[in-house]
């Protein structure tokens, strides 16, 4: 997960009970073997006094930074929702190398167009009412 990332900045205070997803997610990029995918990352503290509600700034290695709001999603989620990112940055990663266009537009023509081997959705239809006829 840490691969994806160059800084994960937490705010919360301790004692606000709204800091569960703070505390696992600090644990997760704590933990050593994301550490070791990715030891440039860096994972910042900042503890607060006031109200201010628990909050998490992650920044991708391609510069764009994320604010979440962690009272109103768990870590598990914001997990997936960086494994979900890290794959995209790596999918454009891949193109770019290879020298294509980020992002890939396909013609609205292909997308309707069938292929070999594959079949339309309304060509399956009359199958499956044959088979609740029959069945």
Not at 16 to 21: E, V
Not at 58 to 67: A, P, R
Not at 71 to 91: C, D, N, P, W, Y
Request: glycine share 4%; aromatic share 6%.
């Amino acid at each position: 997960m840490l691969k994806f990332l160059s800084r994960v900045r937490f705010e919360f205070n301790a004692l606000d009970p709204r800091t569960a997803c703070c505390m696992e997610f600090l644990a997760q990029c704590n933990a050593a073997r994301h550490k070791e995918l990715n030891p440039g990352c860096q994972v910042v503290v900042k503890r607060r006094t006031d109200d201010h509600p628990p909050q998490i700034t992650i920044t991708y290695v391609n510069g764009t930074e994320e604010v979440v709001d962690a009272t109103s999603t768990t870590a598990q989620a914001l997990r997936e929702r960086v494994i979900e990112k890290g794959q995209m940055l790596s999918t454009e990663q891949m193109f770019r190398e290879a020298g294509e266009r980020w992002p890939v537009v396909i013609p609205e023509e292909e997308l309707h167009m069938t292929f070999p081997g594959t079949k339309r959705e309304a060509d399956e239809i009359p199958i499956k009412i044959r088979a609740l006829i029959s069945g």
